[in-house]
């Protein structure tokens, strides 16, 4: 059974980080890209990063481009979101989402191209 968990998620004041962690089970951790997305309520979900099975290729929502980073470690199938700057407006439930890739390079953005969800976690940035 795949699964996903996330953690690190909490509050922060503005200007502060945290790192999410999303932790995979179940699945052979390689051959999967994965995506955070994020959601806050009355609004649809919106797509943070994305990260392609190698590694090697990463895609940022313009909203966070050049504070967030994404990345992967392969050895304890987990995948990170560093966020650093945090703004209230980052504030949101974050999940990590995870689909089989055939490309090493290839990742996607859009939520209908995963097939396997976490439960989420809450990030509550304070201004």
């Known amino acids: 059974q795949v699964q996903l968990v996330e953690s690190g998620g909490g509050l922060v004041q503005a200007g502060g980080s945290l790192r999410l962690s999303c932790a995979a089970s179940g699945l052979t951790f390689s051959m999967y890209t994965m995506g955070w997305f994020r959601q806050t309520p009355g609004k649809e979900r919106e797509f943070v990063a994305a990260?392609?099975?190698?590694?090697?290729?990463?895609a940022y929502a313009d909203s966070v481009k050049g504070r967030f980073t994404i990345s992967r470690d392969n050895a304890r199938n987990t995948w990170f979101l560093q966020m650093i700057s945090l703004k209230p407006e980052d504030t949101a439930v974050y999940y990590c989402?995870?689909?089989?890739?055939?490309?090493?390079?290839?990742?996607?953005?859009?939520?209908?191209?995963?097939?396997?969800w976490g439960q989420g976690t809450q990030v509550t940035v304070s201004s």
């Open positions: 990260i392609s099975r190698s590694g090697g290729s990463t």
């Open positions: 989402a995870a689909t089989r890739s055939w490309g090493g390079s290839s990742y996607y953005t859009s939520g209908i191209d995963y097939n396997t």
